[in-house]
C-alpha cells in the first residue's frame, strides 16, 4: 500500500462514517426546511462535532491523518459515533499515516509454537484452533480438524485449494460454505470487517494484500462487503454450523489473543449442556476417531 492508497483508505472510510449520520442523530437542527444536498453530515457539521476548524478536518478526510493527536482523533469518533472496531481502525489508519515511508511491518504470523500444540491437544472435550489476522487456521485440535473439515479439505484439494486453510477464502470462493455456515452472509460480513480491520492494522503484509486482491477479482459478495468500509471484532457470539458427518451444531465461540503470540488468537467453540449440540460434538469425536483410525 503506497501513500495514495493509504490516503484513499482513509478518505473512503471517514466519508462513509459522515454519509450514514444524519443532524437529528447528530443532535443537531436541521436548518433550512428543506432537502439537504448531501447524505448524512456535512463537512462543516462534523468539524463542529469534533472540536476542528472546518479546513483541518477536511485535510483528514482527504486522507491526511499525519500529526493527528489523541484528542483529535476521540473528538472525531465521537462526532461519527464510531463504534469500538471503527475507532480502533481509525487509530489503524492514523498510526500508519504517521509512519508512511516505514514499510517493515513483520509478516503475518505462519507457525505455531510446540507449546501452543500442546495447549490445543489439551483441550480434549472442544474443538480448538489457532488462526492469525489473515484468518489461516495454523493449528488446531483432533475436534477442530473434525468440525472444519469441509473446510481443511477444501484448502488441499477444492475449488480454492491453497494452504494452510483459510475461513474468509473458503467462505467467498467455496460454494460448500453457504451449505456449512448457517448464517453463511452474516459470517462472509463479519470475516471481510475482520479483513479490513487487520489491513489496518498491519497494511503492509504481502501475503494479506494478495489475499484481498483474490477475493476482490473473485468474489462478487467480497466486493460488496469491502465497499461498504465497515469493521467488526469477531471475538464471541454463537455459530450454526451445517456439519456433513453429525448435522446442524449450535455452538458458542470465543476468540482469545495469545499474550504471547499477539497476532494470533486462540478459538474454542463449546455446546451447552445436555443440548443436542453437545450430544453433535460427542458424534463428531466418535466420527473423527473411525476416520482417523481408517486412514492409518
Request: proline share 4%; aromatic share 6%.
Amino acid at each position: 500500500m503506497d501513500t495514495a492508497q493509504h490516503r484513499a483508505q482513509v478518505r473512503d472510510f471517514l466519508t462513509s462514517r459522515r454519509e450514514r449520520i444524519t443532524p437529528d442523530q447528530a443532535g443537531l437542527p436541521a436548518y433550512g426546511g428543506g432537502t439537504r444536498r448531501v447524505k448524512g453530515l456535512r463537512r462543516e457539521e462534523v468539524a463542529l462535532l469534533a472540536g476542528v476548524s472546518v479546513d483541518y478536518y477536511v485535510r483528514m478526510e482527504r486522507g491526511n491523518l499525519a500529526g493527528a493527536s489523541d484528542a483529535v482523533l476521540d473528538g472525531l469518533a465521537s462526532a461519527l459515533h464510531l463504534d469500538e472496531a471503527e475507532r480502533e481502525h481509525l487509530y489503524a489508519l492514523a498510526r500508519t499515516a504517521g509512519r508512511a515511508t516505514d514499510r517493515r511491518r513483520r509478516p503475518a504470523t505462519t507457525s505455531v509454537r510446540p507449546a501452543i500444540h500442546q495447549v490445543l491437544d489439551a483441550i480434549a472435550d472442544a474443538p480448538a484452533w489457532v488462526r492469525n489476522g489473515r484468518h489461516d487456521i495454523l493449528a488446531a485440535n483432533p475436534l477442530a480438524r473434525a468440525l472444519y473439515a469441509p473446510v481443511l479439505d477444501s484448502a488441499v484439494s477444492g475449488a480454492t485449494s491453497r494452504r494452510p486453510g483459510n475461513t474468509a477464502r473458503f467462505l467467498y470462493l467455496d460454494r460448500a460454505a453457504s451449505d456449512f455456515f448457517v448464517d453463511h452472509d452474516r459470517v462472509a460480513q463479519d470475516a471481510g470487517g475482520a479483513l479490513r480491520l487487520e489491513a489496518g492494522r498491519n497494511p503492509y503484509d504481502k501475503d494479506l494484500i494478495a489475499l484481498i486482491g483474490e477475493l476482490s477479482t473473485q468474489s462478487d459478495l467480497f466486493r460488496q462487503h469491502w465497499a461498504s468500509q465497515n469493521v467488526t471484532f469477531h471475538y464471541s457470539g454463537r455459530k450454526r454450523l451445517r456439519h456433513p458427518a453429525v448435522g446442524e451444531l449450535d455452538l458458542n465461540f470465543e476468540s482469545m489473543q495469545l499474550a504471547s503470540e499477539p497476532d494470533l488468537r486462540l478459538n474454542i467453540y463449546t455446546a451447552d449442556p445436555g443440548s443436542p449440540t453437545a450430544d453433535g460434538l460427542t458424534l463428531l469425536a466418535t466420527w473423527a476417531a473411525t476416520v482417523g483410525s481408517a486412514s492409518r
